[in-house]
C-alpha cells in the first residue's frame, strides 16, 4: 500500500521537528520545510527543503505534488520576552500571516486533502485572564476578540482565514489552539524561550543555594503541555472528524513561582526566586478541555512535574555544554 504523504511547515522548529518524527514513526512519507534545518538533532523528514515561507516560490517548491496531509506551524514566535515587549509586533503580525496566506492558497491549489494549522491560547480575550485562579479559556469565549498581544490576534485571523476557505474552497481543515508546549529541543536560551525552559536554564546554571530572577510577581499561572501529549493530540485531532477549533493543553494550572519550585526539587537545590518587573501576559491562563474529550475521547494524563523531570537532564546538558565552550574558548584567547 502507498504510503501516506504529509509536508511539516515549520519543521525546523520544536514542535514541527517532533511532528516530524512521529509522522515518520507512523509510515508517512514525510517532507519538512523551514528557513532552518533542527537546531537539536538531526531531521527525520525523507526531505528537508530550506524554505523562506514568507514567500510564493517557496511554496511552489514545497508543494509541488499532491499531499495527503499539511501540518502548518511556522509563525514568527517566541516566549514572552519576545512577544509581550511590544518590539516586535510587526514583524511578528506580517510574517506568520503572510505564511498563512500563502499555505492556504496552495493548499487550495494543489489539492491537499487535509491541512492542520496551529492556532494559540493566545487567541483568548484578555479580560477573561484577569483573575489568576479563575482564567476562562473556553473555546467559546474568543469573541468578543481582545487577546492581549497582536501574536494572538494574528493567531485569531488565521484561524478565520483557514475556516473561510473551508467554507468557500472545499479545503478540510483542522484547527488547534495550543497552551504553552514544552520540552526536550525546545528553544532554552537567547530570549524566544518560553517559561518552562527559561526557568529551567536559570536554575541549572545556579550553584545551590543561588538566586534567580523571576517576571512579575510569580503568582502569574499558567498551565504547560508536554510536547509527546501534543503531538498525540494533533494525531488524534487530523484522524478524526471534527475540525476545531480546539484547546490543546493542560488543565494543571500552576503559578510561575510555584514551577520554579518544582524545578528546584527536581534539580536538588535550593534557590532563592527574586521577582522582577518583565513581560508577563495575563494574570492567569488555563487549557479548558472539555471540547477535547468530548469530541476526541482523549486529554493528557501527564503531570507538569513528570515532564519538567523528562526536560530538565536536557536543558542541563545544554547548560553545561555552552559554559564548557565558553571556557575553552577562554583558555584558548
Not at 122 to 148: G, K, R
Not at 303 to 327: C, D, H, M
Request: net charge negative; aromatic share 10%.
Amino acid at each position: 500500500m502507498k504510503a501516506r504523504r504529509a509536508l511539516v511547515c515549520g519543521a525546523g522548529g520544536f514542535i514541527g521537528s517532533h511532528m516530524v518524527r512521529r509522522l515518520r514513526a507512523e509510515g508517512y512519507w514525510v517532507r519538512g520545510a523551514d528557513l532552518k534545518y533542527p537546531e537539536f538533532s538531526p531531521s527525520a523528514a525523507h526531505e528537508f527543503l530550506i524554505a523562506d515561507l514568507c514567500r510564493r516560490e517557496s511554496w511552489q517548491a514545497i508543494l509541488d505534488e499532491d499531499m495527503d496531509e499539511v501540518y502548518q506551524f511556522a509563525a514568527d514566535m517566541g516566549g514572552a520576552g519576545y512577544i509581550f515587549t511590544g518590539d516586535n509586533d510587526a514583524q511578528v503580525m506580517h510574517n506568520s500571516a503572510i505564511i498563512n496566506l500563502h499555505a492556504v492558497e496552495f493548499a487550495v491549489q494543489r489539492r491537499v486533502k487535509k491541512i492542520f494549522y496551529s492556532s494559540s491560547a493566545c487567541i483568548y480575550p484578555a479580560y477573561h485572564q484577569e483573575d489568576p485562579d479563575n482564567p476562562n479559556c473556553a473555546e467559546e469565549t474568543a469573541y468578543p476578540a481582545a487577546p492581549d498581544s497582536e501574536y494572538g490576534w494574528e493567531k485569531l485571523f488565521s484561524e478565520r482565514l483557514y475556516f473561510a476557505f473551508a467554507r468557500n474552497c472545499g479545503l478540510d481543515v483542522r484547527v488547534a489552539r495550543f497552551h504553552n508546549v514544552f520540552g526536550p529541543e525546545g528553544t532554552w536560551c537567547g530570549g524566544k524561550e518560553k517559561a518552562p525552559a527559561a526557568l529551567i536554564r536559570k536554575i541549572a546554571e545556579q550553584e545551590d543555594g543561588g538566586t534567580i530572577e523571576v517576571w512579575g510577581d510569580g503568582r502569574q499561572t499558567r498551565s504547560f503541555l508536554y510536547i509527546d501529549e501534543c503531538i498525540e493530540a494533533v494525531r488524534r485531532l487530523m484522524e478524526s472528524s471534527f475540525t476545531g477549533p480546539v484547546n490543546i493543553g493542560s488543565e494543571e494550572m500552576v503559578t510561575i513561582n510555584r514551577m520554579a519550585a518544582m524545578i528546584m526539587k527536581i534539580a536538588g537545590k535550593k534557590i532563592a526566586i527574586r521577582n522582577i518587573p518583565g513581560p508577563t501576559g495575563v494574570r492567569g491562563r488555563n487549557s479548558d478541555n472539555r471540547l477535547l474529550r468530548r469530541e476526541l475521547g482523549w486529554e493528557p494524563t501527564q503531570s507538569l512535574f513528570e515532564g519538567l523531570a523528562k526536560t530538565y537532564p536536557w536543558i542541563e546538558a545544554q547548560v553545561n555544554a555552552a559554559l564548557q565552550r565558553t571556557e575553552e574558548a577562554a583558555v584558548a584567547d
